[in-house]
């Protein structure tokens, strides 16, 4: 790093605490303000916050290191734009109407108290096995891999820095800091991307396509293949990426910060677009990676270093700082999104549940010390991800592949049929969470024994993670709709506005008053985009 990559990365820095210092100069009045924003945040930073969340480290690290090892397959997740867009036109209006700080919130006003329990303790295991230790882990490769800081102080590092200002600001301070983090990233991203291309070694998009080999360019790998079948991608994909955009409170947080319902669906709609993106601006360098490492210009030893290795070796000074800037921007912006999501659960669903006269203060000071907890069972964690094999990417899509079909199933069902009890809900989040935690239990096993199981065991742990999430989904459906039929039905007036069949002549108004040409014209534009993609990447 010359000294021009420091000053980059210090101007980044600059910018960062002094727009944190101006959110936390505006004292929170109450949970609302410091949870939500107070539900007052315009579209555009809506979108960038919804992108800035999502490109995490397990993009910047992870997703860099599967195109390098096996090329455009997992383009799949990153085209989820559609379900973006599902979040902001199909569920957000039932969000909004119900008022709902959290997605366990909104479960307890469909179903019951205790459909909240579970996917509060739910939410919070899996952000410990996912987000919180994958954001940890990935900040600690990267400042190993570009500033030769140690791993461990890398990671506590990541986590000092980015905790200073969440703690301190809540969520104002994490969506507008994001808003900044989304055009550092895009900017670093970006450079890789087109140096990367224009290196002498490659010879712009034509070359790569040459070196690397059509497969490399192949989205849809046969229905057999043991890792990216394209029957796992598209429909295990969606089911995961429904639970990801659409109910989970990691992302929905951010559309309930709207102004209103209008300022939501177009920050989905922008959020949308901006998915896009990560097919060029972290796959394609991880090709670009695997082509000069054939031509023997880069090497790496692990798919997870790809990344931070090009940025030090290929970048010029300034560009490093400024990719370094962007790097680190994508890690705190992601675990920023998580501490508060973290803090929101617990202190909403869970805290205020136990001890419902506390004061507003009180619920705020909560919310920041359970975040500390569940960072620290975070850290716990980590040895077990730095063991796993292949790539970070896969890693986190597998262990969401296994948590997230039960709850798809009870929001999809809960909102487009009526006759969805709670006792449906909670055989379907009991039976499919043992299902997702069997399968983690054996492929945890088999990571730290090195050999696979046989016979029965064997055969399952075989199956491709998004296969088997194609399973636990469909047996959720025939749960959920089975018992829901056997037992009684709801009361209209409890479902009042929260399911399509229940909704008022005043509901229905409301919701075609909130969009016009220009929010549609803008989804179309995305489908047809996407649509582009698939049909491109074809080998």
């Known amino acids: 790093m010359a000294v021009l990559d420091w000053l980059v990365i210090g101007g980044y820095f600059l910018v960062l605490f002094a727009i944190a210092g101006w959110v936390i100069s505006k004292k929170q009045k109450d949970s609302e303000d410091y949870f939500l924003a107070g539900r007052n945040v315009g579209w555009f930073i809506v979108g960038a916050s919804i992108f800035a969340s999502n490109i995490g480290s397990e993009h910047l690290v992870g997703l860099a290191g599967a195109g390098a090892e096996s090329g455009m397959p997992l383009a799949h997740y990153e085209l989820h734009a559609w379900i973006v867009l599902l979040l902001g036109w199909v569920f957000l209006p039932f969000y909004a109407r119900s008022g709902v700080f959290t997605m366990p919130e909104f479960l307890e006003k469909r179903y019951n108290e205790k459909a909240r329990w579970f996917l509060s303790v739910v939410s919070l295991l899996g952000y410990i096995l996912t987000k919180v230790s994958v954001s940890i882990y990935a900040g600690g490769i990267v400042f190993q891999a570009l500033l030769d800081i140690d791993f461990w102080t890398g990671a506590i590092l990541t986590l000092v820095i980015t905790g200073i200002y969440t703690v301190a600001g809540g969520m104002r301070a994490v969506v507008y800091t994001e808003a900044l983090q989304t055009v550092v990233l895009i900017a670093g991203a970006a450079a890789v991307t087109l ?38 991608m598209v429909f295990g994909g969606a089911i995961v990426g429904i639970w990801y955009w659409c109910t989970d409170q990691y992302i929905v947080q951010r559309v309930l910060t709207a102004k209103n319902l209008t300022e939501g669906r177009r ?22 990676a695997f082509a000069l490492s054939k031509q023997g210009v880069l090497q790496y030893e692990s798919p997870n270093e790809v990344l931070p290795v090009m940025v030090r070796t290929l970048l010029p000074d300034g560009f490093r700082g400024l990719v370094a800037a962007g790097l ?39 919310g920041r010390i359970a975040t500390a907890f569940i960072v620290l069972l975070g850290f716990a964690w980590i040895p077990v991800m730095r063991n796993a094999p292949g790539t970070l990417y896969d890693y986190l899509q597998s262990v969401q592949s296994y948590i997230a079909p039960p709850i798809t199933v009870i929001f999809l069902l809960g909102i487009f049929y009526k006759r969805m009890n709670a006792k449906g809900a909670m055989a379907t989040l009991y039976v499919g969470l043992a299902i997702g935690m069997f399968r983690l239990v054996l492929d945890t096993i088999t990571t730290f024994q090195g050999t696979a199981f046989t016979g029965f065991l064997g055969s399952i742990a075989a199956i491709p993670f998004s296969h088997f999430a194609i399973v636990i ?24 506005g929260l399911t399509f069949g229940t909704l008022s002549e005043e509901d229905k108004a409301d919701n075609k008053a909130s969009y016009n040409w220009v929010d549609i014209t803008g989804s179309i534009f995305i489908i047809i985009v996407i649509i582009g993609i698939l049909s491109y990447f074809t080998g």
């Open 328 to 366: 680190l921007a994508a890690l705190m912006s992601s675990l920023a999104s998580v501490f508060n999501s973290c803090s929101t659960l617990f202190t909403i669903d869970i805290y205020k549940k136990l001890r419902p006269a506390s004061s507003e203060k009180k619920l705020v000071s909560t």
């Open 195 to 232: 140096i990367g291309l224009n290196h002498e070694a490659i010879g712009g998009w034509t070359g790569l396509k040459g070196i690397v080999g059509s497969e490399h360019f192949n989205m849809w790998k046969p229905m057999d293949h043991p890792q990216y079948p394209w029957t796992g």
């Open 267 to 288: 920050g989905a709609i922008w959020g949308g677009f901006l998915k896009i993106l990560p097919v060029f601006l972290f796959l394609v360098p991880g090709m670009v």
């Open 473 to 496: 989904f469909l047996i959720c459906v025939v749960i959920m709709v089975s018992v829901s039929l056997l037992t009684e039905r709801p009361s209209e007036a409890r479902l009042a």
